[in-house]
């Protein structure tokens, strides 16, 4: 796969209680994806990225929500997370971890 592809992935870390819950648990992170990036594609980025051998990947669409402003509707941007679970004698090292 392309390597710049691959970079493009991953856009963040997601950074939350339950995220922090399930990392020391399960040895699961959440990464904010791009929304278009398929399962394989997310577990070569994250191999690649940070050269570890991945277990599994789940993904999830976060849905918009409707927000208000000084009277004027609005809505929030949807956004695509991806739940990478990590071989058991793997680990990354994150800041937020």
Same mark, same amino acid.
């Not at 990036?37 to 990947?57: G, M, W």
């Not at 208000?68 to 680990?91: C, E, P």
């Given at each position: 796969? @392309?390597?710049?592809? #691959? #970079?493009?992935?991953? #856009?963040? *870390?997601? &950074?939350?209680?339950?995220? =922090?819950? &399930?990392? /020391?648990?399960?040895?699961?992170?959440?990464?904010?994806?791009? %929304?278009?990036?398929?399962? *394989? /594609? &997310?577990? %070569?980025?994250?191999?690649?990225?940070? @050269? =570890?051998?991945?277990?599994?990947?789940?993904?999830? @669409?976060?849905?918009?929500?409707?927000?208000?402003?000084?009277? &004027?509707?609005?809505? $929030? $941007?949807?956004?695509?997370?991806?739940?990478?679970?990590?071989?058991? %004698?793997?680990? #990354?090292?994150?800041?937020?971890?």
């Amino acid at each position: 796969m @392309n390597q710049e592809r #691959l #970079l493009q992935i991953i #856009l963040s *870390p997601h &950074i939350s209680e339950k995220g =922090t819950v &399930i990392m /020391e648990k399960n040895n699961q992170y959440v990464f904010h994806v791009l %929304d278009t990036a398929t399962k *394989p /594609e &997310i577990k %070569d980025a994250i191999e690649f990225l940070f @050269n =570890t051998k991945v277990k599994s990947v789940r993904t999830m @669409n976060v849905r918009s929500k409707r927000k208000m402003f000084r009277g &004027i509707k609005g809505t $929030k $941007k949807s956004w695509k997370k991806a739940y990478v679970t990590l071989q058991a %004698d793997q680990k #990354l090292e994150m800041v937020g971890g």
